[in-house]
Nanobody, 123 residues
Framework: HVQLVESGGGSVQAGGSLRLSCGVSGTIDSLHCASWFRQAPGKEREVVAYIYADGAWTACADSVKGRFTISRDYTKNTLYLQMNSLKPEDTAMYYC?????????????????WGQGTQVTVS
């Protein structure tokens, strides 16, 4: 059984930074691709950043490109999202997700495992 637990959210002023972490109980190894999604009130869940199974390739949504960086530490079984130059429009609940057969990294249904989310508020 795999469980994902996010942490690191909070309230920051515009221009500030946060680093989100997603700890994994169970094993998510190099076979699993992983992403961060977010959902703001009244909006659909959208992908923020993606990292390939072996960490060799990453991608970000255009809205966060150049500001957010996704990474993973296999030894700690942890996924990270470094968020810099935060804007009020980044305010949302942020979720980590992992999947074995992710063919479309933007599609939430491709992911098998989800965390409960951590709130990020930018004012």
């Amino acid at each position: 059984h795999v469980q994902l637990v996010e942490s690191g959210g909070g309230s920051v002023q515009a221009g500030g930074s946060l680093r989100l972490s997603c700890g994994v109980s169970g094993t998510i190894d190099s076979l699993h691709c992983a992403s961060w999604f977010r959902q703001a009130p009244g909006k659909e869940r959208e992908v923020v950043a993606y990292i390939y199974a072996d960490g060799a390739w990453t991608a970000c949504a255009d809205s966060v490109k150049g500001r957010f960086t996704i990474s993973r530490d296999y030894t700690k079984n942890t996924l990270y999202l470094q968020m810099n130059s935060l804007k009020p429009e980044d305010t949302a609940m942020y979720y980590c997700a992992a999947g074995v057969s992710v063919t479309n990294w933007r599609r939430s249904t491709d992911y098998n495992y989800w965390g409960q989310g951590t709130q990020v508020t930018v004012s």
